[in-house]
């Protein structure tokens, strides 16, 4: 299968702009003002469908209309761009505005909500929720059964996960509710809720709740500071002030 072909779906309905070797599967809605770019892949099917072909066909090469088959589509909302390299599939929302960077990966049943910002690199792994006005810095990892609030900022290289106890069968995402600051390379661990408006410093490893409007630093994060000191010193730093510790 070769992505600088193209395919786009008599299924889909396309009201936005697709560049060539877009490949668009199933009925999947573009809206109108959306981009799909070169190399990018909407309504891919889940493992279970894959391997079900898979199991069932002669050897050989496998063309995307069998792929198209299988899908059941995504929505792309109005003015979604979609860059190079990601991969959307099937079953998941974009909501209006929402953009991603460069070799994305947004897996099924994933929601994102409206003027939502995802980085290169970033990797959603399916059955997750992200509300509006999000910023998803680079290389972000994001695990199943994870809910994010709006107005988030992840720093780049935040990884979120869902299993205290690898490989278990208890898989539960952490929640990160509206306007809370993860850093760089924070790591959440399975099940923690981030409160609204908490700030987690870059490198922290969160193993506990944290309450809202609290900063947090260190292995294991702690309360530190609160998130009126931390806009205080924003607010320095903004203005090319010294920052103190």
Known sequence: M??????????ATLEGTTA???IVLGPTRVSPGAYVDTGVVVGYPVRASLRSLLSTRPPGSLA?????????GSQVGEGVILRSGTVVYESVVLGKGVE???GVLIREETRIGEGSLVGTGTIIDGHVTIGRRVKIESGVYIPPNTTIGDNVFLGPRAVLTNDRYPPS????GPTIEDGAVIGANAVILPGVKIGREAIVAAGSVVTRDVPPQTLVAGNPAKPRSTRNKYEEK????????K???
């Open 20 to 22: 060539p070797g877009a």
């Open 2 to 11: 070769q992505h600088t072909a193209g395919f786009l779906s008599r299924k």
């Open 243 to 245: 920052p103190t510790y």
């Open 100 to 102: 991603t960077g460069h």
């Open 169 to 172: 069968k208890r898989l539960q």
């Open 234 to 241: 924003r607010k320095k730093w903004e203005k090319g002030m």
């Open 64 to 72: 995307w209309e069998e792929l198209d088959e299988l899908s059941r």
